[in-house]
Structures are given as C-alpha cells and as structure tokens.
C-alpha cells in the first residue's frame, strides 16, 4: 500500500515570496490533516478535511494561508506570503477515520520542509 | 483545551538500557493516548496506543499504560537498541485530531 506522498521535500524561499505544498493521501483516506511542526516543537494542526470539506481550520492563518481539497482527494497547502516564523516543517497526514468518531491512526507523509530567509 | 507535556531531551542510553519517557496530559472526556514515532529523515509513525483507562499498549517491545488517576501515559523500554534512538512523540485524541507533545529525543549508543 503506497504511503502519504508529500512534495516537494525541501524548499527555500526569501520572505515575501510564496510556496505550496502538495500532498496525496492513502488512497481512499477521507480525512486529510495539515501539520505545522516547528524545530523543537510538536506538531500543530493548521487545517482538516473531511472528504472535499473543511472541518477544522481554526489554526490556520488564514491572512496568509490557505489550502485546499479539490474533489476530496490530493491536497495543496500556500502560504503566500511567507514569513521568517514560517520556516518548518509541514506535514500531511490522513486518516481512515471520519468526523465524530475516536481518532484512529493517522498517517503521515516524510514532510516538506521549509526554509524563509 | 487539551495538551499533552513530554520530559525534555534528549535522552542518552547505552544500549540494553531501560528506558522511561514520561507524558503527562490535560483533557476534557475520555481521549485516546498514543505515542508516535519520528526516526531520523523519516514521518511520524503510530508505534503504540490505548484507548481507555489501565489500557496497556504494546508495540516493538514498548509499552504505555494509560493511568487516569495520574493522567499519564509513560512510554517504557526494558533493553534499548541503537535502532531505537529515534524523537518520540506522545499525542491525545481530541474530538476529531491529535494534539502532540513537544517531542522526546532518544539517543542510544553502542
């Protein structure tokens, strides 16, 4: 079974510029999960959806993120425009398990790691 | 809301050391507690989980038992393997997502 993929794995840009990320989930995953993990920290979640639908985006900084789940499959994630303390590692995740019920296990891709200067 | 706090690394063991990681959590209801896995160049990966109260979860030779009365979930290794050294992540269910801890560094040496 092909894991999360996630691309690209690196990326540096200079502040101001924009980025997106990609990210394919298990096929037939419904739920699809957006981290922010900064050095040193944990991951945070930025954004779900359920299918095509946002359930939980209350984290997202929406002035200068966004994201998207076009027909419920692959997903793009854009920061534009990007920031120094945007500068982390960005992490897809999905899951079997849909709204509502007890967290099942979430599978992560290897992350795309970004760099602001 | 709910957090999760993790002791601070990173952790250095020979190998065949035993190993503790503590994890402490904050929660409303009943969650689910996990532990998560990131080796090196690697995505996190589930490595145990427990879903009620004196569940006991086993995985690759660790294990974490979920204390309500303590609200702990410490993560336990009899014998350390270099393999193992790895960041060591213990996570809480929330209504629909997982909520980390800051993560544990575990470094094991020959």
């Known amino acids: 079974e092909a894991g999360v993929a996630q691309s690209p794995r690196y990326k540096i840009i200079e502040k101001r510029q924009s980025v997106a990320f990609w990210c394919n989930p298990i096929?037939?995953?419904?739920?699809l999960y957006w981290y922010q993990q900064i050095l040193g920290q944990g991951p945070k979640l930025l954004i779900q959806?359920?299918?095509?639908?946002?359930?939980?985006d209350s984290q997202l900084p929406k002035d200068r993120f966004s994201a998207e789940r076009l027909k419920g499959v692959d997903s793009t994630l854009k920061i534009q425009p990007a920031k120094l303390e945007d500068s982390a590692v960005y992490l897809c995740?999905?899951?079997?398990?849909?709204?509502?019920?007890?967290?099942?296990?979430?599978?992560f891709g290897e992350g795309s790691r970004l760099t602001v200067l | 809301g709910n957090s999760v706090t993790q002791m601070e690394g990173p952790v250095t063991l020979s190998e065949e050391a035993f190993l503790t990681i503590n994890c402490t959590y904050t929660?409303?209801?009943?969650?689910?507690l996990f532990w998560y896995v990131q080796y090196p160049g690697e995505g996190l990966q589930l490595l145990l989980k427990?879903?009620?109260?004196?569940d006991k979860g086993s995985n690759k030779g660790f294990e974490a038992t979920y204390r309500k009365e303590t609200t702990s979930f410490h993560l336990e290794k009899g014998s350390v393997q270099v393999s193992d050294s790895a960041v060591y992540f213990c996570?809480?269910?929330?209504?629909?997502?997982?909520?980390f801890g800051k993560g544990t560094m575990l470094l094991v040496s020959p």
């Open positions: 995740a999905s899951s079997a398990v849909g709204t509502g019920e007890s967290t099942g296990e979430l599978f």
């Open positions: 096929s037939g995953h419904a739920t």
């Open positions: 959806f359920q299918n095509n639908g946002v359930v939980d």
């Open positions: 929660a409303t209801g009943y969650p689910s």
């Open positions: 427990a879903t009620k109260a004196d």
């Open positions: 996570a809480l269910s929330g209504y629909s997502t997982l909520t």
